[in-house]
């Protein structure tokens, strides 16, 4: 056998292993979201949305309750977390740039989102929960804040570097102060990618389980009160999932069907943006 | 006027940015605090006891610890490979026309809820690895294994972007010595984008060791140590989960503080190296 032919033999080999290896990774993927789609459509019905929770056995339960909390505690989270996460990613973009400060502080942000969140719900629990005594929507949404934060400091960060210094000279030589230059030039010319980041950032919290667990807990039944335990769609689920009745666990499905689709659906928004912005 | 307002926007996104730092440091310091009854109270013996009985007021770490490293050590094992393989595909092997959908559809799989996978694998594995190996099905193994698929999406497509930062000109030019796509892969791409990869395939398991709903739907949390990984068993964060609501006594509490510290410098301590080590300059992928 020449040199060639081992050579070539090696290849196919590998290719084929490599194949292999995609469609089986691919296969166990498809089948998880094949099962949610299945299981989620099946459960999906007009109640869902108009009911709230209910004993099970009971006929007529939904999930609106953790639908609202959901839409709360998420939203209460974004209207916090996204202008503090713009203005600290401003500020490393803008005006730490390379300085020691502002390298510390991406590389602390990196690290912060990988950190395991249930930590942070841990956290919260100690200077929230306890002194308050008792759990709320508002210390979930806290927990969440925390998670969103470094996401979208850092995507904020990378998207103002990506305008040109030359848009912002121009406006420095009409005589405009900096600040008026970053939100009149750098913001209009970053649009795009920071709408990205806050899409990807809300899509990251929403599917957070862990540590909402111990800081809005879980409530069975409508609650819009933010000082009080609150129901989200991922404890909801959890808690249904792991009970073993079988009306319950089927609107855990649909807690997951309807949160996942919420969750792709931004992304691929996201997406969708960052492409048209590079097709201009 | 305009002098005042820009003084204010700078120091206020200047005070946010650095507000970042400070809040991690009292996320360890809160830590820490609560931690300390059961620091002064149980010492060293905390990461070495092997029995955790709260009714007993006995609080051993160790079979969490145990149970966070082999079923982070299996994840790794099942994921690599097929990340790997996965990755090679992306990048080298698929045809133009499969490999932005195949690219997007991992990404937007590593989007999804980790609670979701916590789910399948309790409705959809448990009964096929219960039949398999027998036992309750809920186990180490069944934790291992959906841990990993539910990394498998991130680390491959981490892996990707690591491999496609090689210059395409390198490449051309090993395929046009004769090279075959083997050839590249082990002698340009992998030399090449070596430390991205590792850092990538490291910064997987910093996420993976943290991990709590993909794995606590079917590890079981039972607090022991064996090698039969057909058994129940439990990791720090399944812990963390299962009875952080529970805590009543002022050393169960202390101590399940004490075990999210471990578990945050822990994953802090891999995250960096990922970061600092491997993955040094490299731009942030979400």
Do not use: C
Request: aromatic share 10%.
């Amino acid at each position: 056998m020449t040199h060639t032919t081992k050579r070539i033999i090696m290849n196919n080999i590998v290719m084929t292993l490599s194949t292999i290896s995609a469609v089986i990774g691919m296969g166990f993927l498809f089948w998880i979201l094949g099962i949610l789609v299945i299981n989620g459509v099946d459960a999906l019905t007009w109640t869902i949305f108009s009911q709230e929770g209910a004993p099970p056995g009971y006929e007529n339960s939904g999930l609106k309750h953790a639908l609202i909390g959901q839409l709360l505690i998420v939203g209460a989270a974004t209207v916090v977390g996204v202008p503090l996460g713009i203005l600290a990613g401003t500020y490393l973009s803008e005006y730490g740039q390379k300085a020691k400060l502002a390298e510390t502080i991406r590389d602390i942000s990196d690290i912060m989102m990988s950190a395991p969140s249930i930590v942070i719900g841990a956290f919260v629990y100690a200077v929230v929960v306890a002194p308050m005594g008792h759990f709320s929507g508002w210390a979930g949404s806290i927990a969440l804040t925390i998670i969103m934060l470094p996401i979208i400091l850092r995507t904020t960060d990378d998207m103002l570097n990506l305008v040109p210094s030359t848009l912002r000279e121009a406006a420095f030589a009409l005589g405009a102060p900096k600040y008026k230059v970053i939100i009149q030039v750098v913001y209009r010319g970053a649009k795009a990618g920071i709408l990205t980041g806050i899409l990807l950032g809300v899509a990251r919290v929403a599917g957070e389980t862990a540590p909402l667990l111990f800081t809005s807990f879980n409530d069975n039944f409508l609650n819009t009160d933010m000082n009080e335990p609150m129901a989200s769609l991922t404890v909801t689920m959890y808690n249904y999932a792991t009970s073993p009745y079988e009306d319950w666990q089927k609107l855990g499905w649909a807690a997951a069907f309807i949160l996942s689709m919420f969750i792709l659906t931004l992304n691929i928004l996201g997406k969708l943006f960052l492409l048209k912005k590079k097709g201009r | 006027m305009s002098i005042i307002l820009d003084k204010i926007f700078a120091h206020t996104s200047k005070f946010i940015a650095v507000s970042i730092l400070l809040l991690v440091a009292w996320i360890f310091t809160v830590l820490l605090q609560h931690s300390m009854e059961s620091i002064t109270a149980l010492g060293f013996d905390f990461v070495t006891e092997t029995k955790w009985a709260p009714n007993l007021e006995k609080f051993g770490a160790l079979p969490a610890i145990y149970g966070s490293v082999v079923s982070t050590f299996l994840a790794m094992i099942l994921a690599v490979p097929l990340a790997i393989g996965v990755a090679i595909y992306l990048s080298e092997l698929a045809p133009a026309k499969l490999k932005t959908p195949v690219g997007v559809s991992i990404e937007l799989l590593a989007a999804i809820p980790s609670v979701v996978y916590g789910m399948w694998g309790l409705f959809y594995f448990v009964p096929i690895v219960r039949d398999l190996v027998g036992g309750i099905g809920i186990s180490m193994l069944t934790a291992g294994i959906v841990l990993s698929i539910m990394i498998l999406p991130f680390m491959a497509a981490v892996t990707r972007d690591a491999m496609d930062t090689t210059p395409d000109i390198l490449k051309e030019s090993a395929y046009a010595l004769g090279g075959t796509r083997w050839d590249v892969i082990k002698d340009i791409i992998i030399p090449y984008a070596k430390a991205g990869i590792i850092g990538s395939l490291i910064l997987a398991l910093g996420r993976a060791i943290g991990e709590t709903m993909a794995v606590t739907f079917v590890m079981g949390n039972v607090h022991q140590i064996s090698m039969d990984l057909t058994l129940p068993a439990t990791s720090i964060p399944v812990t963390l989960a299962n009875e952080f609501t529970e805590a009543s006594s002022g050393l169960y509490y202390s101590s399940l503080f004490q075990l999210s510290l471990l578990l945050l410098v822990i994953s802090f301590t891999i995250i960096s190296i990922a970061k600092f080590y491997f993955l040094r300059r490299k731009r942030v992928g979400l």
